[in-house]
């Protein structure tokens, strides 16, 4: 198992778009969910796709029900397979709940360089 630090920053309506920036490796990914917005949101979801010269050499999906507080961060624990190491870019969906609103994120960041 390998790990990617992963920071994304979200906000809580569609008009912010999240930025990622990929920190580190290390047995999982960890993404930092970061909300800039004075109102709570609820992070339900994450689809990720790990890519090495544009082949996908890992994928998957965790659903989380983690808050995350207006203007607070918290980070996400992702297993991933020991063949994802080589990643060099990391792309992938943020799903959220703000009230009763869903909203989704794309997201994208390449690998620090090793």
């Keep these: ?3 990617v630090l992963v920071v994304a920053a979200l906000a809580a309506c569609t008009q912010h778009v999240p930025a990622i920036r990929v920190l580190g490796v290390h047995r999982a990914v960890f993404v930092e969910v970061t909300n800039p917005a004075s109102r709570p949101l609820r992070l339900t979801r994450l689809a990720f796709a790990l890519a090495e010269d544009g082949a996908t050499v890992a994928h998957g999906e965790v659903r989380v029900a983690r808050d995350v507080p207006a203007r607070a961060a918290i980070i996400v624990d992702v297993p991933i397979e020991e063949s994802a190491a080589r990643a060099t ?4 969906v943020l799903t959220v709940r703000v009230g009763d609103a869903e909203h989704t994120f794309a997201v994208a960041a390449r690998m620090p360089a090793r």
Excluded: F
């Design 89 to 92: 870019a990391l792309h992938g």
């Design 1 to 3: 198992m390998t790990r």
